[in-house]
Nanobody, 122 residues
Framework: QVQLVESGGGLVQAGGSLRLSCAFS????????MGWFRQAPGKEREFVGS????????YYATSVKGRFTVSRDNAKNTVYLQMNSLKPEDTAVYYC???????????????WGQGTQVTISS
């Protein structure tokens, strides 16, 4: 069974940077598109960014475009979310997900990590 473990969350001041990692196991990593989602208290889970199986294309929510970067290292079975110019509104639990397509709908993803808390102070 596919397992995903996020790491790298924490408390950062506004304007700072943070890199999240998601370690994949239990399957063939290169067969999966990877996505990042986030959920703030009282809000629905929202799409952040995604990357295709090969890493050839990335997609982002407009709210993070230009600030966040999704990348993957298929040799390490790891996907990353580099977050720069962080804002208080980025505060949320961030989830890594694996699925057949790199779309923005959570229902497309079959496997999810436990989430990691990201808190941005002002």
């Amino acid at each position: 069974q596919v397992q995903l473990v996020e790491s790298g969350g924490g408390l950062v001041q506004a304007g700072g940077s943070l890199r999240l990692s998601c370690a994949f196991s239990g399957g063939t990593f290169s067969n999966y598109a990877m996505g990042w989602f986030r959920q703030a208290p009282g809000k629905e889970r929202e799409f952040v960014g995604s990357i295709t199986r090969s890493g050839g294309r990335t997609y982002y929510a407009t709210s993070v475009k230009g600030r966040f970067t999704v990348s993957r290292d298929n040799a390490k079975n790891t996907v990353y979310l580099q977050m720069n110019s962080l804002k208080p509104e980025d505060t949320a639990v961030y989830y890594c997900a694996a699925g057949p397509l790199s779309g923005g709908y959570a229902s497309l993803y079959d496997n999810w990590g436990q989430g990691t808390q990201v808190t941005i102070s002002s």
